[in-house]
């Protein structure tokens, strides 16, 4: 078992130079570990809030894909 757990770490999200112009990426990027399953974490911070009840920072969990060669 691993000492990492049920813990997720996320770090500042770089632009790339395959980026979409105008395509919204998420300001954090990182990993998340629950119950010894490796997943992917994305964070974005709603700083331009438009209506009362909607949340400060939204995240999504996915799976880990493999690298294609393409990205390797």
């Known amino acids: 078992m691993s ?13 790339r130079e395959n980026d979409v112009a105008g ?10 570990t629950v ?3 490796k997943m992917n974490l994305a ?4 700083t331009n809030k438009t209506k009362e009840g909607q949340p400060d920072i939204s995240l999504r969990i996915s799976e880990i894909k493999p ?6």
């Not at 000492?3 to 770089?14: E, M, P, V």
């Not at 395509?23 to 998340?32: F, T």
């Not at 964070?43 to 709603?46: K, Q, T």
Request: net charge neutral.
């Open 43 to 46: 964070a974005w911070l709603n």
């Open 3 to 15: 000492d990492f757990n049920n813990t997720a770490a996320l770090w500042k999200r770089q632009p």
């Open 35 to 37: 119950n010894d399953t």
């Open 23 to 32: 395509k919204q990426y998420p300001q954090y990027e990182g990993n998340l």
């Open 67 to 72: 690298k294609t060669e393409n990205q390797l």
